[in-house]
């Protein structure tokens, strides 16, 4: 039995359409629908499936793997960027480093050595990209004057003075070269520091510079065995997505947590283990802060199962804030390069520089893994986009749409 069927809100280039096809073949305008439904329903076609809203099951099933796409790599260190955005099938068409022995391993694990000072680097040599990737330094603004200079109609949001910053070297970058996508990280404190102003600061000038901000505080316990929290931001460039994309953060994987246990080397050199003299020091300034009702102390992981502090880049200092308990009354010993490589979750390559050099580029680096499940997340981002262009083009020749 037939039903009735009511269509609101059909766009006038179809009812042009329709009334084309009724003028044609000399049909009602029920007959021209019926007529294309009959059609649709007999081909079976696919239907327009909104990928985002309401599917989003749909959408894990289909994204790919991997998706070629390129990226560039700056204040780049040992890249933890490139480790993870190459998996995700990113090819780096530049990189940049100023540390000499960063720029070793990074030559040495991706066979590339990145370029020296990025405020020396000339716009001109950078080629254009997909995604900017960059884990750049938190340094204060001067934004003294701001107001002043508004108030004179001299400046341009915070452009004026940023001059001389890092960010502000980023931010020249990105007016240029325009990428899709950014995805920066930085500490945690970023946000808080400079009494907010550092974040602000930033903000109004990738605001200034159009794109979509999302941001959060990752901890990327729930990837490795570490306590470590950074802030993500992930920028989408308005003129690419002029909707706001629908951008989401990732979960930690589901199941057990990473535990220490799992990265250590079966049999450390015994050079890692704290001299008695050390060990003695370390417990005797723990026990002066206690008394004085402060909470400084070292950080023995007592419990293997659990997770480590966050690696810092002073780590090769005294190993304090990370030590492993040997029993038999033995001091404990300082974690190793290659259990430093395992905590932050690089794959394990050849290290290639000191001791002291390898805890600092481990202390200073991005975790891989949490990079590549946010750039799951924003590869989900493209997909979506590059499947909604696709199917403007694989259907039938796009028509204008009638305006008014
Ligand atoms: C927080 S670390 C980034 C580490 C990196 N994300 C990784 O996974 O190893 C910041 C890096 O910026 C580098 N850097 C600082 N100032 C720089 C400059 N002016 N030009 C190039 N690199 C710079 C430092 O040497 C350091 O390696």
């Known amino acids: ?50 990928l985002f809203s309401g599917q989003p099951q749909i959408l894990e099933r289909v994204v790919p793997q991997t998706l070629p796409f390129t990226f560039i790599d700056l204040f780049a260190g040992i890249g933890g960027f490139r480790a993870a955005l190459e998996k995700l099938g990113g090819r780096c068409r530049f990189s940049c480093e ?9 030559a040495a694990w991706y066979g590339d050595t990145p370029q020296g000072d990025i405020r020396k680097v000339k716009i001109a040599d950078i080629p254009n990209h997909d995604l900017l990737a960059a884990g750049f330094p938190c340094q204060p603004f001067s934004i003294a004057g701001v107001s002043k200079r508004q108030s004179l109609g001299m400046a341009h949001g915070f452009k004026c003075v940023t001059q001389g910053n890092l960010f502000f070297q980023l931010a020249t970058i990105i007016e240029a070269k325009r990428p899709a996508v950014l995805l920066l990280e930085n500490v945690k404190n970023l946000k808080s520091h400079d009494k907010q102003r550092t974040w602000r600061v930033i903000q109004e000038r990738l605001n200034e510079l159009n794109y979509w901000i999302f941001d959060k505080v990752i901890d990327a316990a729930g990837w490795v065995p570490q306590h470590r929290e950074r802030v993500y931001i992930v920028c989408f460039d308005k003129k690419a997505f002029p ?19 799992e990265i250590l080397e079966q049999d450390p050199d015994p050079k890692y283990t704290l001299t008695e003299h050390l060990w003695n020091y370390l417990q005797r300034y723990a026990e002066g802060h206690r008394a004085k009702g402060n909470g400084f102390g070292y950080g023995l992981v007592e419990d293997l199962t659990r997770i480590a502090r966050t690696l810092s880049a002073r780590y090769y200092k005294d190993g304090s804030e990370i030590l492993i308990p040997q029993g038999n009354g033995k001091p404990p010993r300082r974690l190793t390069p290659l259990e430093c490589a395992r905590l932050m979750g690089f794959d394990e390559k050849k290290i290639v520089v000191s001791d002291t050099q390898a805890y600092r580029q481990f202390g200073n680096a991005v975790v891989p893994k949490v990079v590549e499940a946010v750039g799951r997340q924003i590869m989900k981002v493209l997909f979506w986009k590059l499947s909604q262009e696709e199917s403007l083009f694989c259907r039938a020749p796009r028509r204008k749409r009638a305006t008014g």
């Open 1 to 50: 039995m037939a039903k009735p069927l009511l269509v609101r809100n059909v766009p006038r280039d179809i009812c042009s359409w329709i009334d084309q096809r009724r003028a044609q073949y000399n049909m009602s305008q029920q007959e021209v629908v019926l007529s294309i439904l009959d059609k649709a329903v007999e081909a079976d076609i696919e239907l327009k499936l909104p």
């Open 98 to 106: 100023y540390d000499k022995y960063a720029k070793r391993t990074y």
């Open 243 to 261: 909707a706001k994309p629908p951008f989401e953060f990732p979960n930690p994987p589901e199941g057990e947590r990473p535990k220490l246990l």
